[in-house]
T-cell receptor, first 114, second 118 residues
Framework: AQTVTQSQPEMSVQEAETVTLSCTYD???????LFWYKQPPSRQMILVIR??????QNATENRFSVNFQKAAKSFSLKISDSQLGDTAMYFC???????????FGGGTRLMVKP | DVKVTQSSRYLVKRTGEKVFLECVQD?????MFWYRQDPGLGLRLIYFSYDVKMKEKGDIPEGYSVSREKKERFSLILESASTNQTSMYLCASSRDRTSGRVITDTQYFGPGTRLTVL
């Protein structure tokens, strides 16, 4: 079974600065998908970014980018120019190539301070 | 926009009661999921359904059952609620990953139901 670990339960960052959230995972598969989801306070969880393991290029979505290190089984999320609206719980998730189900990490609570 | 709705935002029940949590999606998604979210544990999958009347157990199905009589609706049932089922329950839906040429496996989440069992 796959496991996903987020080692930082809480983080904070000053507005406009850059922050990196860590995620490691364990799998024996060679092809899979990785995701970062964001859950703002009292609001619905939404997808931030996804990465296919067979792609070497790191995914980017505006201010959000990932550092995918397949050999190290690491998938960190970098948020540039942090905004107050980035305050949320962030979850890293894994999906194997054959399935529809996600395995989530324990989450990182990010606070962006003005 | 995809919309996933859940019947209640907050629910308080007593030990031993039968509890129904309802989830409805409006995007004709094949897949629907029920998770529970607990601090430090992230989201854990309770049950998954990939079609009407079809279901698969997730990581923590004990004490729960599900029903999917219509494609858009997925119900989670606590047959006899217990205090250790106090949690946030999240529903999600997604298109089957093999639909079309593009993998569209993004899961869309509902707002959650915070259930307290006294």
């Amino acid at each position: 079974a796959q496991t996903v670990t987020q080692s930082q339960p809480e983080m904070s960052v000053q507005e406009a600065e850059t922050v990196t959230l860590s995620c490691t995972y364990d799998t024996s598969e060679s092809n899979y998908y990785l995701f970062w989801y964001k859950q703002p306070p009292s609001r619905q969880m939404i997808l931030v970014i996804r990465q296919e393991a067979y792609k070497q290029q790191n995914a980017t979505e505006n201010r959000f980018s990932v550092n995918f290190q397949k050999a190290a089984k690491s998938f960190s999320l970098k948020i540039s120019d942090s905004q107050l609206g980035d305050t949320a719980m962030y979850f890293c998730a894994f999906r194997n190539n054959a399935g529809n189900m996600l395995t989530f990490g324990g989450g990182t609570r990010l606070m962006v301070k003005p | 926009d995809v919309k996933v709705t859940q019947s209640s935002r907050y629910l308080v029940k007593r030990t031993g009661e039968k509890v129904f949590l309802e989830c409805v999606q409006d995007m004709d998604h094949e897949n629907m999921f029920w998770y529970r979210q607990d601090p430090g544990l992230g989201l854990r999958l309770i049950y998954f359904s990939y079609d009407v009347k079809m279901k698969e157990k997730g990581d923590i199905p004990e004490g729960y059952s599900v029903s999917r009589e219509k494609k858009e609706r997925f119900s989670l049932i606590l047959e006899s609620a217990s205090t250790n089922q106090t949690s946030m329950y999240l529903c999600a839906s997604s298109r089957d990953r093999t639909s079309g040429r593009v993998i569209t496996d993004t899961q869309y989440f509902g707002p959650g139901t915070r259930l307290t069992v006294l």
